[in-house]
């Protein structure tokens, strides 16, 4: 764009000196106890109406969308888009930014630990802001926010169209509730940026997600008949332990993991990042009873290569190869539960030349010296739900998902991180919204 030198400047300027009223909204809206109404605790049950009804007051008394709506999700369930006003959205590319609302809740043994003492406060100590969602992701939100509003008060309109939609249900998978509503209620983008917590590091690719559960069958039998279940007897065979069936199975499981980690190859992808993880085991009781039953799940990790099917099927066909020569197995085959707990997320792989991609990369660049900002995200987000609605998506935003107590204790955000963030966007835009179609 013409004098966009200047123009950013200005821009970024802007955001240092409001730096104050966003350090304010964040605060305001970490206050609002958004947690996702479907991983609320009895002490503290949850709900993000208030709190998406409040911001979307707040963006529209700011002044700066050309549009903000509040969109029913659900019953009692909204989400919040909110556009920029653009000149040529027709002819020049657009950027749809997207963050949720919605936070996990608190433990009871949170409070009594929590710096401050305050887990919905948003205090600041040390240059950073404590609070639930302060890095998961109200932060990058806030990012968002600060981003458009310091382009609208220097008197910048784009070309293209500059979207921002905050939702819910995230934490909990529903994509109906969250990218499938937005999308279904037309805001859609040639790119959409996520603020996930990335540590402002550019991810265009992402890991695929899914939970996934095994169940066996065991045959039940008093435990002083254990030397009839292990060795040979002429009299037959008395109770089959089902958790010794499964630990066979997970054997086996683990061997596929670990070729995983040799042969699974990515250029953003760590090796080892493709893995199964067992998160929950159960089988059998406080009782002299050989356990008839034995359930597994394991949470599946999975290359930006490779689609759910594909790690869904790999692991069906080691299962089957258990059962082969085994008589318990071939007569009682273990039963897949698959998605497990909430749906599954395909990965993300888009190539890192992209344009989008270096758009936000050159921006990021700029605003935090990293020569190098481009990642793999390394667990799944509503990026990878949008990317298979057919919406293409990258992640992108302030705080870290490991070290800045996100789920955990003392959520935090540095606003400096935040800062930064508000202008990468701000310079994407700048770059992105004036190329053409």
């Not at 040639?190 to 402002?200: K, N, Q, R, S, Y």
């Not at 497990?340 to 990965?347: E, M, S």
């Not at 990026?383 to 935090?412: D, S, T, Y």
Request: net charge negative; hydrophobic share 40%.
């Amino acid at each position: 764009m013409a004098n966009s030198e200047y123009v950013k400047e200005r821009v970024f300027a802007q955001i240092d000196t409001s730096r104050d009223d966003l350090i304010e909204f964040l605060t305001e809206y970490i206050q609002h106890k958004s947690i996702n109404p479907n991983r609320g605790l009895d002490f503290e049950p949850g709900g993000t109406t208030e709190c998406q009804r409040w911001l979307s007051g707040y963006l529209s008394d700011l002044g700066c969308f050309e549009e903000v709506k509040l969109v029913q999700a659900g019953p009692d369930d909204f989400n919040v888009i909110a556009s920029m006003r653009s000149s040529s959205p027709k002819t020049h590319r657009s950027v749809l930014f997207n963050g949720h609302s919605d936070v996990v809740p608190v433990t009871e043994q949170h409070y009594t630990q929590w710096l401050g003492g305050d887990p919905w406060s948003g205090h600041v100590v040390d240059g950073a802001l404590y609070g639930r969602g302060a890095s998961d992701m109200k932060g990058g939100n806030a990012a968002i926010v600060w981003a458009i509003r310091a382009l609208v008060e220097v008197g910048v309109v784009p070309p293209g169209q500059v979207t921002a939609a905050f939702i819910i249900g995230e934490e909990s998978g529903e994509v109906d509730l969250g990218p499938h509503n937005v999308l279904d209620n037309g805001a859609t983008a040639d790119m959409a940026v996520i603020a996930e917590p990335t540590g402002l590091e550019v991810c265009p690719a992402a890991v695929g997600w899914f939970f996934l559960q095994i169940a066996v069958e065991g045959e039940a039998g008093h435990a002083a008949g254990r030397v009839r279940s292990i060795h040979p007897s002429v009299e037959g065979v008395v109770g089959v332990n089902a958790i010794e069936v499964m630990t066979r199975i997970l054997a086996r499981l683990r061997e596929l993991e670990q070729q995983w980690g040799l042969y699974e190859k990515h250029p953003l992808m760590v090796p080892g990042t493709m893995a199964m993880n067992p998160v929950q085991i159960a089988g059998g009781g406080m009782q002299a009873t050989t356990p008839d039953s034995c359930s597994a799940v394991l949470a599946v990790t999975l290359s930006p290569t490779r689609s759910c099917a594909d790690g869904l099927k790999e692991i069906q066909q080691v299962i089957d190869t258990v059962c082969v020569g085994d008589p318990w197995l071939s007569a009682h085959p273990p039963v897949i539960t698959f998605p497990f707990l909430h749906t599954f997320y395909d990965p993300i792989d888009i190539p890192v030349d992209d344009p989008a991609v270096s758009s936000l990369a050159r921006a990021v660049t700029e605003v935090t010296g990293n020569a190098q900002p481009i990642s793999l995200m390394r667990t799944p987000s509503d990026a990878n739900l949008f990317a298979a609605a057919g919406q293409p998506a990258i992640v992108c935003g302030p705080g870290r998902l490991v070290g800045n107590g996100v789920h955990g204790l003392n959520e935090h955000v540095q606003i400096d991180e935040v800062v930064q963030a508000a202008k990468a966007y701000a310079a994407m835009i700048l770059d992105w919204c004036w190329q053409r179609n």
